[in-house]
C-alpha cells in the first residue's frame, strides 16, 4: 500500500502532483522482431518525410489566391451578305454584353466574354400581322383550324384566328408577333465572322495572397510595352505574352475554330498560380491552360453550342418600334484563376510531426500483434509482456 | 545494468537498433471490469462503423462538382395598355440581359437568368426642361424658392432657378431633365406579364468530377429528344424532364407567380448531384429544389421586390436623342449547381480505421478511470498496475 | 503459462472477452521529473484552453454565410461639353449594364455595379470609307503604300488600297471602316462625370447562416424607414446606414476619386459578417471595408483603370444603321459578403478535448526523453522503467 493514501489529504495530494507516471516498457532484444520493428518505422517515416513533407509539403502554410482580371479583345472582321451588305464588326458590335463582369473570389476568380461569331439576322421587324412558319401545329386550311387568341408552347405569337397563305403551296394560322418572323434554320456555314479567329484578347490578371501580403500579375515584372505591343501567346515561343490569339485557345483544346464558329461554345481558360514563396519572387508565374466546357458530343442533339437571341430596338419615321432580331451564336471565354501558395510556418511544421508521432505509435501495435501471434517464442514473450491478475489475486504466472 | 552501455559505443548502437519496446501489460480478469471495457469498445466501434463508414462513407475519397449551365426561355406574351396598345413581347424583348453569363465554379455553379414581368413605361424622354413631381422638397410658390443649379439627393434632374406650375392646383420647380419624367408610383397590379407563368426554361446542366473522370448531364441517356419536346417537369409524373414551368418553380417555393410579379424577386433553383459512384452509372440523378431568396417579409419596406430601370435610346427625325425608359420589375432565377461524389479509395478508409483505432485507445483511459477509483477492489488492481520509484530508489510496495 | 492456452477453445475465448487490458505504470516521486511534467502539461493544457477554446472557439459549430445582394444607385449628373451640349446623366444612362446581377455563392456572395466616371463619345458613326489614324504603319505617300482587303492587328478596319489626306500634312490609307473613327486620346481630365461623387448606392444585404436557421439583413432592425430616407454611412457617426456615397468609399480606400474617375478602377465593397450566437442576436452586426481592387502602379502602363467601349445603334432617315460609340471610363465597385458564424455544440467540443487528451499523451515522450538521458538518476530509473527479453529468454536485470 502506498503511503498515506487515506489519511492525510494534503499531503498525498501534495506527493501527486510531483508523480510522474511512465508506462513500463519490455525491450525484446531480437534480431526478428527488432527488424520487423524497424522496417515498419521507416515505412512510417518514409511516408512522413516523402508524402507529408515533400509531396504536400506539410512544413508550409497555405493560403489561396485572390484574384481580379479584365480582359481586352481587339480584332476587326468584314462580312458581305445579301442582306447586310459589305459590313465591318469590330469590338463595340461583336463583344456582347460590352462590359466584363469580372468576379472576384475567395477561391477561384471568374472572368468571362462572349465573342459573337455567327448569326442569324432579322431586320426591320415590326408589331404586326403575318403567316406562322409551317409545322404540323400551324398548317390550317381554314379559319376553322385556328383559334384567336391562342399560343403554342413553342408558337412565335398570338394567334389571330385566320388562316392565311404562308406561301403558293402551304397555308398557316396567321399570327399577332414580331413580323416578318425569322427562319430559325441552321446558322450559317462558313460562319459569317470567321475572322474572329485572329482576334486577340490581353488578359491582365492581378493576384493576391492575403496571408503572406504577397502581389503580382500576369504581366511579369521583366515584360515591357514594346513586346506586349506585338506579342502573341505562344506554349513555346512566347509563353509568357498575356495576348492570346483566340484561334490559338481554341485549338490548344484540341478543337476546331471554324466548326466550333458555327453552333457557339464555351471554351475555358484556366490560369494557374502555384507559388512556393520559400523559392525566388520569379519562381512565382502563372500556367495557362485551355479546354472546351460545353459538351460538343454530337449525340448531345438538344440545341448543341452556344446562342442567344438579342434585339435592337428603333423607332421608324412614325415613331413606332421597329427592331433586328439577332440570333448570335459564339464562344464564351471563361477566364477562371486557380491558385494556391505555400511558405515555411512553425505551426503546420509541428502539426505534422505530432501526427507522424501519432502514426509511429500505430507501429506498435503492428508489431505486438506480429510478435505475439506469429513468432515461435511468442509464449516467451507473452509471459514477459503480461501480467495476470482476476478477482481474488494474482494468478500463477507459469 | 544492460551490457555496454558506457562502453562499446558501436555495438552498443547496433543492438539498440534491434531493441524492440513493447509495453507492459496488467490483464485484468474480472467479469465487471471486463463487460465495461468490452461495451465501451463496442460503442466506439459502432460509432465507427455506423457514423464514420456508413453516414459518412469515410471509406470513400470525395469530389466536388464542376458544373456548366446554359439556360434556354420559352414563350410569348401579350400585353393591352393605353401606352403601349397591343403589343406581343418575345424571348429578346423579355428577358435582360439577353445573354445569361454562366458562372463555372469549383464548389458551385451559378447561372442567373431575368424575366421582366411587370414594368413601368415613360416613352419619349428627351433632355429638356419639365416641372418636378410635387414633394416637400419641390413645391414652391415663386422663383425664390427654386434655386438654378441645386440637386437634390433624390431629385430628377438639376433646377433651373424658375417655378412652375406642375398642374391646376401644384406649382413646383422646373427641372432640366429627361422629361417628361417617370411617375414613380406603385407597379400595375395585375402585372403586365402575367403571360409570364406559362414560359418554360430549358436548363442544360453538364457537370463533371475531375478527381474521377466522371461526366454527366441533366438531360439523361435514356430521355429522348421527342419527350424534351414537349414535357415540362413535375415533381411526381416527370420528375427528369429539365423543362421547368416559371410558375411551377414558384409554387414549389410556396409562393404566388401572380403576386411576387408585381414587385419581382429572387428565385433559387437549386440542382444537387449527390453520387456514390460505387454504385451504378444510372443512380447519379439531380435532384430539383426551388426557394425565395429576397426577403418578402411585409415589414421590409425599404424598396421591396427586384427591379431597375433602363433605357432604350432613339434618335428622332431631328437627330435630337429620345429614349423610352423602363422600370421594369421582374424574377431572376438564380441556378445554383451543388454536389459531391464519393467513390471508395483506400487511402481515407486507412485514415478512418487509423482514427479509429486512436478512439479505442480512449477506452483505456475511461476505463482505467473507472477500475482504479470507483471498484471495490481498486486497490488490488492499483497495487499491480503501479510501481513506484522515488528519488533515491524503490518504495516498499506494500 | 496462461490457463486453457491450447486446449479449451470456448472456455478461453469467453475469458479473453472479460479480460481487461491496461498498461504497467512506473510512478516516478521526484520533484524535478514531476514539476517538469506538471509544467508541460500546464502548458499544453494553456494552449488547448488558450488557443483552441478562447482564441479559435473550438466549443462551437461554424457555418459559413448565404448572401443575396441587390444594390440601389441615386444621382444626377450634369454635363457640358461642346459634343453633346448641355447634357443630364441619370441611372439609366450612367449604370451599365442597368441590371446588377448578384451571384449568390456558398462561401462568398458578390454583386456589382459600374458606374460611368468618364467617356469620350464619337457620334454618327456610319459604315463608310476614312482615312485611317495617323501611325508608323498607317502612313502612306501613295496608293502602293495601301494593301487592299489588308487589316492591321491594330488597324480600325479594312484598308480599300489608297492613299488619301488625313489633313493638310499627312496622308494616311484609307479604311473601310465605322467612319469617322474615335480619336483615341487620353480620356478628358477632369473626368465628365465629375458629379458622380456625391452618387449614393443603397446596399441591400440578407445573409442566413443556414446550419442554425439563422437570417439577417444589413437594414438593421432597429432602422426605421424616415432614418433610411436621409442617411448617408459615416463610420464614425452613422455607422450602421447602408447607404453610401461613391466619393466616402473611395476615400476611405485612400484613393482621390476624381483622380480614379478619369481613368477608371475597380473599388470592393466588403461586408463582414462575423457572429457568435451564443451572445445576443443584436450583437450580429456587418461590419464594411472598402479598398482598391485593381492596380494603380504607375509602371502599370499597359492600360491602367478600366473602360470598356460599347456602341448605341439607330437607323437613320434612309435606315441606314448609325451608331454612336462610347469609350466608358468608370468605376465597377465589387460587393463582397464574407462571413462565419459558430454557436456552441456538443461534437466539436468533444472533438476538442479528445485532440486535447492525445496532446497530453505526447507529454509523456518529452517528458520519457528528459528523464531517461538528463537526469542524474537515470540508469536508476531505466532499471525500473525497461525489462530486457532476448531470444533465449531474460537478460539480467542487474
Request: charged letters at 20%.
Amino acid at each position: 500500500m502506498t503511503v498515506a493514501e487515506d489519511n492525510n489529504c494534503c499531503v498525498s495530494i501534495c506527493q501527486c502532483f510531483f508523480d510522474y507516471s511512465t508506462p513500463k516498457i519490455l525491450v525484446i532484444r531480437s534480431k526478428k522482431v527488432g527488424a520487423i520493428n524497424r522496417i515498419t518505422q521507416a515505412l512510417v517515416i518514409a511516408y512522413i518525410i516523402g508524402y507529408v513533407c515533400v509531396l504536400n509539403k506539410g512544413y508550409q502554410d497555405t493560403d489561396s489566391v485572390l484574384s481580379s482580371v479584365t480582359t481586352k479583345v481587339k480584332g476587326i472582321a468584314l462580312t458581305n451578305t445579301s442582306d447586310l451588305g459589305l459590313r465591318i464588326w469590330d469590338v463595340a458590335d461583336y463583344i456582347i454584353p460590352p462590359q466584363v463582369p469580372s468576379r472576384y473570389n475567395e477561391d477561384e476568380e471568374e472572368s468571362s466574354f462572349f465573342v459573337l461569331t455567327n448569326l442569324i439576322v432579322t431586320q426591320n421587324q415590326t408589331q404586326t400581322h403575318c403567316a406562322e412558319i409551317p409545322s404540323v401545329a400551324s398548317i390550317c386550311s381554314s379559319d376553322k383550324d385556328c383559334k384567336a387568341g391562342f399560343r403554342g408552347p413553342r408558337s412565335n405569337g398570338v394567334q389571330t384566328g385566320t388562316c392565311v397563305n404562308f406561301n403558293h403551296t402551304v397555308k398557316t394560322c396567321e399570327l399577332f408577333s414580331w413580323c416578318p418572323l425569322e427562319r430559325d434554320n441552321e446558322p450559317p456555314n462558313p460562319p459569317m465572322l470567321s475572322d474572329a479567329e485572329n482576334f486577340t484578347v490581353l488578359v491582365k490578371n492581378n493576384i493576391r495572397f492575403p496571408k503572406f501580403s504577397f502581389n503580382k500579375r500576369n504581366i511579369l515584372p521583366h515584360i515591357n510595352s514594346s513586346y506586349l505591343e506585338h506579342c502573341v501567346f505562344n506554349r513555346s515561343t512566347d509563353p509568357e505574352c498575356p495576348i492570346f490569339r483566340l484561334k490559338d485557345i481554341v485549338e490548344e483544346a484540341e478543337e476546331d475554330f471554324q466548326t466550333m464558329a458555327i453552333h457557339g461554345g464555351v471554351m475555358g481558360v484556366q490560369i494557374r498560380w502555384d507559388c512556393d514563396l520559400d523559392m525566388p519572387y520569379s519562381w512565382c508565374v502563372p500556367r495557362y491552360n485551355f479546354r472546351r466546357l460545353d459538351n460538343k458530343d454530337p449525340e448531345n442533339t438538344v440545341a448543341p453550342g452556344y446562342n442567344f437571341r438579342f434585339a435592337k430596338y428603333y423607332k421608324d419615321s412614325d415613331n413606332k418600334d421597329t427592331r433586328t432580331l439577332i440570333k448570335g451564336y459564339g464562344i464564351r471565354f471563361d477566364i477562371m484563376v486557380f491558385g494556391q501558395a505555400g511558405k515555411f510556418n512553425i505551426v503546420p511544421t509541428l502539426l505534422n510531426i505530432g501526427a507522424g508521432l501519432a502514426l509511429l505509435g500505430l507501429v506498435t501495435v503492428v508489431c505486438d500483434w506480429i510478435v505475439l501471434t506469429c513468432m515461435t517464442k511468442r509464449h516467451h514473450y507473452r509471459e514477459q509482456k503480461y501480467t495476470y491478475v482476476d478477482d481474488f489475486g494474482l494468478l500463477p504466472e507459469e
